[in-house]
């Protein structure tokens, strides 16, 4: 598929460029190759859809069947409704049968592939070559102007087309070859940016806590609670502080400067525990390592009710405890970074395009789609599922 041959050629002009080959943008192209636009994918990288093959453990959590627009974050929660539900988490299943692989649920609606995430890149692959996609690997972007049409000046030489498809993500997993060249493009054509921060992302303990340092390791059911949101997941300590799908979901919707409180007993009354305890004169971390790991029963115990057992406290004393044990605070000092972070929040405002095409509303012909825009979403599928919905949505009109 490279395009040495055509990019060489003066005469070739494109009808839709998209920059980027990722989920969205291998959508997008394969949507609009096939009502017969002339399409050329240009990636940077030295191969496609980098992000695609270690998604999921390497087996690609390729959408999640839950995905509705409650799953998102943005500073317009509405934008997305639109996309997702033109192109619905089912489509993308068919798709994934239609090229016979084989895929299973693992929880919560995520969607796996049972073997590789290559199997989900090589159908991407087939479906552009079905389509006449030119696709241009190791091909950097460097200009881009604007007259009647898109002029870009590339590795590979000059391009111009009708249509200029942004689809390059954010800045999450740099080692990838992730840039904020989006964002760049976007404010030279004069688009707003929403402020931007790593998402999906380990916490860092503040210094207070450091000595929870050494549970690394250590993994524990909660619920994380924060402005308005729940997930009901596993916490797991590290060098650094706290990862595991409930620190990367409930990362998603902290800021700097707050609290985060996790229920550490979510399937249970911690009074109704703490009275037996009582009752059977048994100290709090032997109850507690009856749910949890022993190391972080005993950590916890420690902290927070020393050299007492159960009997020994008032009543108000292990009411105190039981709303600890269900609301146990924890500041931290920020996030491991973009390095560590799943995905980019925020992004091209999303005021500044169409909901129904994707198109910047005061640049024809100008389009942003997948992560570099503000929709983000929860851990478990829904990124790809805006990816594919974003893209798809472009690519009927591009």
């Known amino acids: 598929m490279a395009l040495n041959s055509q990019l060489s050629n003066s005469n070739f002009s494109p009808d839709v ?6 989920a969205a943008g291998l959508m997008c192209a394969i949507e609009a190759g096939k009502r017969g636009r002339r399409v050329v994918v240009l990636e940077h990288n030295e191969v496609v859809g980098k992000k695609i093959a270690i998604s999921g453990g390497g087996r690609c959590n390729f959408t999640n069947l839950g995905a509705g627009p409650e799953n998102y974050l943005s500073a317009n929660p509405e934008f997305c409704k639109s996309a997702l539900a033109r192109y619905a988490p089912w489509d993308f299943v068919a798709l994934v049968e239609k090229h016979g692989i084989a895929y299973h649920e693992k929880k919560l609606g995520q969607q796996f592939c049972d073997g590789s995430s290559r199997a989900i890149i090589e159908m991407l692959l087939a479906e552009c070559a079905a389509a006449g996609v030119e696709i241009r690997t190791g091909c950097r972007v460097g200009e881009v102007r604007r007259s009647d049409r898109f002029h870009l000046e590339t590795s590979a030489g000059p391009l111009d087309s009708v249509a200029l498809v942004v689809a390059t993500g954010g800045l999450s997993f740099a080692k990838l070859g992730a840039t904020d060249f989006g964002y760049r493009l976007a404010r030279q054509f004069g688009l707003k940016i929403t402020a931007v921060r790593p998402g999906l992302v380990p916490l860092t303990f503040a210094a207070a806590d450091q000595p929870l340092h050494a549970l690394s390791g250590l993994s524990v059911p909660v619920a994380a609670r924060h402005a308005g949101a729940e997930f009901r997941e596993n916490l797991l300590f590290t060098h650094r502080g706290l990862s595991g799908p409930a620190i990367l979901q409930i990362s998603s919707y902290w ?16 009074n109704a525990l703490l009275a037996r305890a009582r009752e059977q004169n048994t100290d709090l971390a032997t109850a507690l390592a ?10 916890w115990a420690e902290r927070h009710a020393p050299a007492k057992t159960p009997r020994h406290y008032t009543a108000r004393e292990l009411v105190d405890l039981g709303t600890l044990l269900h609301a146990w605070p924890l500041a931290f000092s920020g996030t491991e970074g973009y390095p560590k972070a799943e995905v980019a929040l925020g992004g091209v405002d999303t005021r500044e395009l ?3 095409t994707m198109e910047a509303r005061q640049v024809p012909g100008l389009f942003f789609i997948g992560e570099v825009v503000d929709v983000t979403g929860w851990l478990g599928g829904y990124n790809f599922q805006w990816a594919w919905a974003s893209g798809h949505a472009a690519g009927q009109v591009v």
């Open 354 to 356: 169409s909901s129904k």
């Open 255 to 270: 800021r700097e400067g707050e609290t985060l409180h996790f229920d550490l007993l979510p399937q249970e009354n911690a």
């Open 17 to 22: 460029i998209v920059i980027g080959a990722g």
């Open 290 to 299: 009856a749910r949890w790991p022993r190391r972080f029963a005993e950590a």
